[in-house]
């Protein structure tokens, strides 16, 4: 198994920025061959955001944070980022980071097996 921890969430105005990080951790995170953030809002289904492959970096992004956010890993610290740019109200939600062993399904998060708690991130204008 491995444990996921998210950091960096917060409140900010639209237009702003904010970079949300996961700290992976476990015995077989080693197993694990791609990463995503995905975020819920309330009364909201799960949306995907964006994923990463672990080994070779390729990624893949929801359309509706397409050319705003970026998604990237630190494959020695074992941490995954988001950096979100350009924020809107819309964005508000409770952000999730996981992780799956499979690469071939990247925006279902059925195949994710594991999911850190959450961070908030609040975008007000």
């Known amino acids: 198994q491995v444990t996921l921890v998210e950091s960096g969430g917060g409140s900010v105005l639209a237009g702003g920025s904010l970079r949300l990080s996961c700290a992976a951790s476990?015995?077989?995170?080693?197993?694990?061959?791609?990463m995503g953030w995905f975020r819920q809002a309330p009364g909201k289904e799960r949306e995907f955001v964006a994923a990463?492959?672990?080994?070779?970096?390729?990624?893949n992004y929801g359309e509706a944070v397409k050319d705003r956010f970026s998604i990237s890993r630190d494959n020695v610290k074992n941490i995954l980022y988001l950096q979100m740019n350009s924020l809107k109200p819309g964005d508000t939600a409770v952000y999730f980071c996981a992780a799956t062993r499979i690469t071939h399904v990247y925006d279902d998060p059925a195949w994710y097996g594991q999911w850190g708690q959450g961070t908030q991130v609040t975008v007000s204008s």
């Open positions: 476990g015995p077989t995170f080693y197993a694990y061959e791609m």
């Open positions: 990463i492959t672990w080994k070779d970096g390729t990624t």
